[in-house]
């Protein structure tokens, strides 16, 4: 490979992670006003023209902040495990090639699920390694939650993947040009959403950070850098799963403003199912999973696969 080539590659991986986390900043300022105008109030309002530089402030403030260091925490562990996470959030987004960058996966789903898989460990760590009791049943909870999740999640996914036959993301849009899958599979994509919203930790599945008894889950202990990074880490993964259900159920991946449209309202529909729906019980969300959502989407499996033997 030429120099220029691997120089281009950079190039186009250093734009996508800067677009990641401009898109991250503007996400969490959307947030902070839906929330605000659903609970009847404004939210920022008074940063830039209608609070427009809100994230900008807010990032300042949590890297200016004073670190805390904890005595009796295993420091390396505690520290690193942030860095971590943050960085295999922000690989994932590597299975989308742009058309300026040369990388093409055809692997892509298989290269998601095993970043997907690794950031339990991260959890798991920053829970483990704070020392708190608080954190680390935060991080036990958060750990079972999302090992559970991916197991339907993957099942749901191989549905879509045994009708096109291939781990490619981008091979999605030549397979929806006639009809969206979210018509042809409404029961899966409502489990694959609401999967989705459980794999990232969001409202109504938010156990790591069950605010009535466990304070903030496993990121009790974090401050300042730390803390950032985990929230970054955790609204990079809101973004790029709905990227990933606008890819396999809204008319896949393609570079115009209606796909972009779609992003922002699976977005913006994790925030307002978070302003409305309250939070479910531990039991009954481990319950949802493994006897509602895997028995579902293993029926749906074998109905594809045989449509698929009856159709070849």
Do not use: H
């Amino acid at each position: 490979m030429m120099f220029m080539d691997l120089f281009n590659i950079f190039l186009g991986m250093l734009i996508l992670i800067i677009g990641v986390l401009i898109g991250v900043a503007f996400l969490t300022l959307l947030e902070r006003k839906v929330l605000g105008y659903i609970q009847i109030r404004k939210g920022p309002n008074k940063m830039g023209f209608m609070g427009i530089l809100q994230p900008f402030s807010d990032a300042i403030k949590l890297f200016t902040k004073e670190q805390v260091y904890l005595n009796y925490s295993n420091y390396l562990s505690y520290y690193f495990s942030p860095i971590v996470g943050f960085m295999l959030s922000l690989m994932i987004w590597m299975v989308i090639p742009y058309t300026f960058n040369m990388l093409s996966f055809n692997l892509g789903i298989l290269f998601f699920l095993c970043c997907t898989s690794l950031g339990v460990y991260t959890l798991m760590v920053a829970g483990w390694s704070s020392n708190s009791n608080y954190s680390l049943l935060g991080g036990m909870r958060a750990v079972a939650q999302t090992i559970s999740y991916e197991v339907s999640l993957a099942l749901i996914m191989m549905s879509s993947i045994i009708l096109i036959m291939d781990f490619n993301l981008l091979k999605f849009s030549n397979y929806q040009f006639m009809i969206w899958f979210f018509f042809l599979m409404i029961p899966l994509k409502l489990k694959f959403l609401s999967s989705l919203m459980a794999e990232t930790n969001r409202t109504p599945f938010d156990f790591a950070e069950g605010e009535s008894e466990l304070v903030s889950g496993f990121n009790i202990e974090y401050s300042s850098g730390g803390f950032a990074l985990i929230f970054l880490a955790e609204y990079s993964s809101i973004l790029f799963m709905s990227l990933l259900f606008t890819i396999i159920y809204m008319g896949g991946y393609d570079l115009s403003l209606l796909f972009y449209l779609k992003l922002v309202f699976v977005s913006f529909f994790f925030i307002w199912v978070r302003g409305t729906l309250p939070r479910y019980r531990y039991d009954k969300l481990m319950y949802l999973c493994w006897k509602s959502y895997l028995p579902v989407s293993l029926n749906y499996l074998l109905l594809f696969l045989g449509l698929k033997m009856i159709l070849i």
